[in-house]
Every structure is written in structure tokens, then in C-alpha cells.
């Protein structure tokens, strides 16, 4: 009886604790337990141990093997876990009028059609993995049409907003944080993990790994590489990270401590709109097109597989347009 409570709360905390960490509660419970003997009682119901079903399993282990991020694996798993307890039935056995019930589900709870379109994506591309691997004969998915949205107008800081932003960081470590988020373009993400040793001071760039563990170099401009040396200068610890926090342990600085001291920053500028690190990074790519950068270079600095993906990132301005037009136009 006692290793099979075990068992079950270890299913509980799975994908809440890495497998070490499992292994030290498992040993901490077992000696908890130890000279205890368990009876089960039989006049309350039994408990409910939810298990997720092999096939999302399978599924989510095939996307880590492709790289997908640990954010987008928990997405994907979220989703696919609240599907199969709603739906009650064999996934092998769902139909396209079970996903689209799904859907309005969600809909009637209040989620917008951007999100819902999202949640179709994912079991579009759940369903479309179990008919490719031959598990199903037909991917009900197929017939799910898009949910439609009005995509967002992704706005990037004006040179103005630009300016007040810069001007409101107040600590050494404020102005490193957002000179090499803004000069990088970095997803936050990929800006925690570097270390102050591995930046190149010469060429004033660095290697990061991306989304799919894919390595690339970014670079640093002279206002990066300042506040970054007058940051360092500052700190009394012998950590290796680039950004770390301001007590001691001094551990690194992590992807919500630094949206959250964006939007410190962005409040204490007056623009009057939420400052966090994707804005700067699409500002990023939106002041690289206008000062002459191709798509094609923008997308390598910014680590996107497609040219569709930048084209979101980056609105090229009017003016641009208009240069370019009395430029290479025949008068």
C-alpha cells in the first residue's frame, strides 16, 4: 500500500519537478511512511489519480526531439490534457464535430478568437501527427476550419518613446538590461542564459542558443557594450551571469524578473503603454529595415526559421516606403 501512494503522488508532480527532484521527494515519503502501516478505507471513494494518455505523450516527446521550447511543450501539454478530460472518449475516436464542441466551449468561457485559433492549432497539429504516424486513419482536424481574428497591429517604439524608456532606467543594471535587449534583439529567453566571459569584446557579439537549440550570434552596439562593462564593474560576485539579481545569492536573473523590470522601467517613462522585452525586440527589427537592412539579414539576427515570421515582427514605416519608391521608380 505504500508504494502505491507513492506511486500516485509522483504521478501527481509529474511535470511540476524534474525527475532528480521526484527521486528526492520519493526517498523523503518512503522514510516518512517508514514503520507505518496504511490500511485503505473502503467506505470513501477512491482517489482520482489523472494519468495523460500515452498518445499525447508520445506526441509531446516527438516535439522535444524537434527542439521545441519547454514553454511551448507545457502549452501543448495543457491543452491537450484539458481536451482529453473534456472529451471524455478514446482521442483515437475524436471527430471534427468533438474539436469544433471543444472549441465553442472554450468560446463560451470567454476566450477570444485569437485564442481559440491557437487551441485549434495545437490539435490540428496533434491529430495531424497521430493520422501521419498511422494511428489514425483520418485527421479530423482537417475539416476544422480557422477560427478569425483581427490580427494586432504590433507597434514598435518611436524614437521618441525610445528615448523617454532609455531615460527612465535608473540602475547600472536597468540601462545593461535594456541597451542589449534593444541592441541584440534577443528574445528574453535567450538573453538569461548569457554569461558575461562568453561575450566576444572585440567584435562585441556573443553566442546564444535559440528555439531548437539552435546556436546564433548576435551583436552588441557601443551603448550595449558600455552600460554592460559599467554594470559588471559594479558587482561584487563571482557569478558568470550576465544579469543577475540584486541579493545575495546573486543568482541568475530569470525571464520573469526581467519582464517585470521592464515594466517598472516602461511605467516610470509617462509613454503610456507597457514596455516588455518582445517590444524591444520587435523594435529591434523594425530600426534594422529602416536604416536599410534586408529581411533576409533581420531574420538571421532575430533567429526566425521563415521570412513570414519577421514580416509580423517588422512594420516598415510609410516614409520607408516612400524613399524606396523615388528612389528605384522611373520618374
Known amino acids: ?10 504521478l501527481e508532480l509529474q511535470g511540476e519537478f524534474t525527475t532528480d527532484q521526484l527521486k528526492i521527494i520519493d526517498l523523503a ?14 467506505t470513501l471513494p477512491a482517489p482520482m489519480v489523472y494519468e495523460l494518455p500515452m498518445d499525447i505523450r508520445e506526441f509531446l516527446a516527438r516535439k522535444e526531439m524537434k527542439g521545441c521550447s519547454s514553454g511551448t511543450i507545457k502549452q501543448y501539454r495543457d491543452l491537450l490534457s484539458d481536451f482529453a478530460l473534456w472529451v471524455k472518449k478514446d482521442l483515437r475516436q475524436v471527430k471534427d464535430l468533438d474539436i469544433l464542441a471543444y472549441l ?52 514598435p517604439l518611436n524614437d521618441i518613446e525610445l528615448e523617454k524608456v532609455r531615460a527612465a532606467c535608473q540602475t547600472l543594471r536597468e540601462k545593461a538590461l535594456f541597451e542589449t535587449l534593444y541592441a541584440t534583439g534577443g528574445r528574453v ?31 552588441l552596439n557601443a551603448k550595449a557594450m558600455l552600460a554592460i562593462d559599467n554594470y559588471i564593474k559594479s558587482r561584487t560576485d563571482d557569478s558568470p551571469a550576465l544579469f543577475i539579481s540584486s ?18 522601467i516602461g511605467e516610470r517613462s509617462g509613454i503610456g503603454r507597457a514596455v516588455f522585452p518582445h517590444l524591444l525586440r520587435h ?5 534594422m529595415l529602416e536604416h536599410g ?12 526559421k521563415k521570412l513570414d515570421t519577421t514580416k509580423i515582427y517588422a512594420k516598415i514605416s510609410t516614409n520607408t516606403l516612400a524613399i524606396s519608391y523615388k528612389k528605384h521608380h522611373a520618374a
Open 104 to 155: 465553442d466551449y472554450r468560446a463560451k468561457l470567454g476566450a477570444s478568437n485569437r485564442t481559440l485559433d491557437g487551441k485549434r492549432l495545437i490539435l490540428s497539429s496533434f491529430y495531424t501527427t497521430m493520422h501521419e504516424t498511422g494511428k489514425m486513419a483520418y485527421n479530423p482536424s482537417r475539416t476544422v476550419d480557422p477560427v478569425k481574428y483581427k490580427a494586432r497591429l504590433r507597434e
Open 283 to 287: 523594435t529591434f527589427a523594425t530600426d
Open 247 to 264: 541579493r545575495a545569492p546573486y543568482k541568475r536573473l530569470g525571464k520573469e524578473s526581467i519582464e517585470r523590470e521592464l515594466r517598472a
Open 1 to 10: 500500500m505504500s508504494t502505491e501512494i507513492r506511486n500516485q503522488i509522483i
Open 29 to 42: 515519503v518512503a522514510k516518512a511512511m517508514r514503520g507505518y502501516k496504511i490500511k485503505k478505507e473502503e
Open 293 to 304: 537592412a534586408s529581411l533576409n539579414e533581420v531574420s538571421e539576427l532575430l533567429g526566425h
Open 189 to 219: 529567453s535567450e538573453i538569461v542564459g548569457i554569461n558575461y566571459g562568453e561575450i566576444d569584446k572585440q567584435s562585441r557579439s556573443v553566442i546564444i542558443t535559440g528555439k531548437g537549440d539552435q546556436e546564433r550570434c548576435i551583436f
